[in-house]
């Protein structure tokens, strides 16, 4: 589904339709299959809107129901895992042992501590990130994000760190798929927002 398509299901969902038009407003204007700072401007205007006109807890959750979804390909085997063991830190291993993203862990590399699960992302262009000692351009190649990366690209452009609870509803997908509970998520660091990398908090159910 389109994510633009998501976003209205979304606001729909947890605002008014007064809200809904103000955030979508220019949308039809918006082709998310092409390139360049028209769709990024866009994005990042829907989002300020979205942060003056719904208190915080309801627009990271109009965010989260944006992202895209872990495969179930993906999501299957952890969850046989953990039915079988009812063990996370058997599920964390297994996780580890995957090497299909290029040689990386396609889950990353996800650590517990008590109940909570911390992940870092892989760079989305690992060649590349590698390839440059430049900063700017280690942050360009990290992003997975076609909808805001070009920002990192031009400074002016400044993100709200609403936007990456986008990003962290994959990791919600692929936890709520395993435990089959509800989970939170939190953003620790972004590079949209000027960290080196993007780190995510899954707060586990306490049961």
Partial sequence: MAWLKKLRINL???TDEEIKKKVME???????KVRGEKKTRWVKGAIDKLDKLVEEETRKEILLGCCDVFPKTRI???REKYLETGNIDAVLELMHKDSSWGGLSYYEYPYRKNNTIYVTKNPYNQKKYEETEDKDEKKYYYCHC????????NKEIKISPTFC???AGWYKTLWEGILEKPVKIEV??????GDDCCEFAIHLPLE
């Avoid at 220019?26 to 998310?32: A, K, M, W, Y």
């Avoid at 620790?188 to 927002?193: A, N, P, R, Y």
């Fill in 12 to 14: 729909d969902k947890h």
């Fill in 26 to 32: 220019g949308s039809e204007e918006i082709d998310l």
């Fill in 76 to 78: 299957k085997p952890m």
């Fill in 146 to 153: 076609g909808l805001v990366k070009t920002a990192l690209k």
């Fill in 165 to 167: 609870y986008c990003g």
């Fill in 188 to 193: 620790l660091q972004s590079v949209i927002q």
